[in-house]
Structures are given as C-alpha cells and as structure tokens.
C-alpha cells in the first residue's frame, strides 16, 4: 500500500502503512526513529510518508542488525551526512558477509572433520597440544569442560587432561561453533544432540544443519538489509523517490 501524499497522515494511518502498532510508532518517534510529527492546533501528530518509509527502514535494518543498531541508523540518519549513513549500513553488509564467511568456514571444517577416519590406535592429546591444533587457548578447553562440552576421556591424578580421538573430534565440532558465533548454550545442545545419535556420520549432519539454518538467517537478513537500505534513501533524498 502507498502512503496517502495528498494528506495528512494520522498515527493510526502510519500504523496501519508500516506494519507497526499505534503505541510503537510514538515509541519509535520519541526514540528519534522518527523525524519529529509536526502537530496540529488541537495538538494531534501530522505525519507524512516519510515517517512510513523510516519505520518501514527502521524495520529492516532491525531484522538485519539488531534494535539499537537500526535506532542508531535512524537517528544519523535524521541528522548526519549523507556519507556518514552510507558508511555505517556498509559496515552493517560488511559483518553480515563476515558472519557468512565464518559459517561457511565452519562447515568447511565440518567436512574435513567427516573426511577423517579414527580407529583404536589414534593419537591422544594433552590440553595443550589440542589447543594449539584448535587455535585456542587451554582456558577456552577448560571452560568447555566446564560447560560439558569438548570433555576429556582422561585426568590424571596430577590433573593432566588426555583426550582421545571422540573428545578431540567434539573439541573441533565446539570449535567449528563456536567461530561461527553460536552460543554456549546453542552448542550445547549441538553436543547433546550428537552425543544422544548413534555414529559420528550422523552427528556432524546435525551440526551441518545448523549451519545451513545460520546461513539461512544471515541470508535473510542480507535481504532485509536491501530493502531497508531502498527506504532510507528515500528518506534520505525525498525527491529521487
């Protein structure tokens, strides 16, 4: 639906254009999401299609980078340059193609992970050599342990930790998970759910997953990020719309 040029829009007309409540559009508009409503001689807000076009914006880049970045955007955008607001939604697309490129490294690391092949005689590792192989530090392992995940088949009685070829497979699953920015809780019940599956086949297909359900997502949000960016520019440059 187009926004009514012709008149003045009332705060139940600019809900029901942008999707938005009548009670989210003032909270938006004293957030500086909004330009300011200009107000009628009875005191009622006069709004006009470019506050449907920045919720509208708004909405995107909240899908695509979270609440208080979209209000931050918002609110440059309603007083900064041109230049600065083109610069922050670059960075914005910017950590969305890193956040792909880190799943895809992790399903990478996934595949090389499956690739292998563990039998009886593979080699056992102390925390510190599997930290070096994972490129993390032996607190990050001891915090894993501690969070039941990447757990060691063995402590000595001097508390040496050995870990055998499941637990150095599920340290790099965790680790794979982990570079991908999942959470611990998110990663552990990845790990639930490969420990409760009967083959390792079948857990790494569940972490596989996941990750194709991450790219999904940031799919997703790159798509909203577009089209809040068509929404801000016409905000921006009312004329060229």
Not at 1 to 30: C, F, K, Y
Not at 73 to 96: K, W
Not at 164 to 193: H, Q, T
């Given at each position: 639906m187009t926004p009514q040029a012709s008149r003045p829009l009332r705060t139940a007309d600019v809900a029901r254009e942008s999707g938005w409540s009548v009670q989210q559009v003032r909270d938006l508009e004293r957030l500086g999401v909004l330009p300011p409503a200009a107000r009628s001689a009875n005191g009622y807000r006069s709004y006009g299609p470019e506050h449907v076009r920045a919720l509208r914006a708004y909405r995107g880049l909240a899908s695509a980078a979270?609440?208080?970045?979209?209000?931050?955007?918002?609110?440059?955008?309603?007083?900064?340059?041109?230049?600065?607001?083109?610069?922050?939604?670059?960075?914005?697309?910017?950590?969305?193609?890193?956040?792909?490129d880190e799943a895809l490294r992790a399903r990478a690391a996934l595949g090389a992970i499956e690739g292998e092949e563990s039998g009886p005689d593979a080699d056992?590792?102390?925390?510190?050599?599997?930290?070096?192989?994972?490129?993390?530090?032996t607190s990050t392992l001891r915090f894993w342990e501690q969070e039941g995940l990447a757990v060691p088949e063995r402590v000595t009685t001097l508390r040496a930790r050995q870990y055998g070829p499941a637990a150095i497979r599920e340290a790099r699953i965790v680790a794979a998970l982990r570079?991908?920015?999942?959470?611990i809780p998110a990663?552990?019940?990845?790990?639930?759910?490969?420990r409760r599956l009967p083959g390792v086949d079948e857990g790494i297909a569940?972490?596989?997953?996941?990750?194709?359900?991450?790219?999904?997502?940031?799919?997703?949000?790159?798509?909203a990020l577009l089209r809040a960016g068509a929404d801000l520019a016409a905000v921006l440059d009312p004329a060229g719309t």
């Amino acid at each position: 639906m187009t926004p009514q040029a012709s008149r003045p829009l009332r705060t139940a007309d600019v809900a029901r254009e942008s999707g938005w409540s009548v009670q989210q559009v003032r909270d938006l508009e004293r957030l500086g999401v909004l330009p300011p409503a200009a107000r009628s001689a009875n005191g009622y807000r006069s709004y006009g299609p470019e506050h449907v076009r920045a919720l509208r914006a708004y909405r995107g880049l909240a899908s695509a980078a979270g609440p208080v970045v979209a209000r931050r955007l918002l609110a440059e955008a309603m007083t900064g340059t041109l230049t600065d607001v083109a610069a922050a939604i670059g960075a914005v697309h910017v950590r969305l193609a890193g956040e792909r490129d880190e799943a895809l490294r992790a399903r990478a690391a996934l595949g090389a992970i499956e690739g292998e092949e563990s039998g009886p005689d593979a080699d056992v590792m102390t925390i510190t050599q599997l930290a070096a192989a994972l490129g993390v530090r032996t607190s990050t392992l001891r915090f894993w342990e501690q969070e039941g995940l990447a757990v060691p088949e063995r402590v000595t009685t001097l508390r040496a930790r050995q870990y055998g070829p499941a637990a150095i497979r599920e340290a790099r699953i965790v680790a794979a998970l982990r570079s991908s920015g999942y959470g611990i809780p998110a990663v552990r019940d990845v790990v639930g759910s490969l420990r409760r599956l009967p083959g390792v086949d079948e857990g790494i297909a569940e972490a596989r997953l996941i990750l194709d359900r991450r790219l999904d997502q940031i799919a997703t949000r790159t798509v909203a990020l577009l089209r809040a960016g068509a929404d801000l520019a016409a905000v921006l440059d009312p004329a060229g719309t």
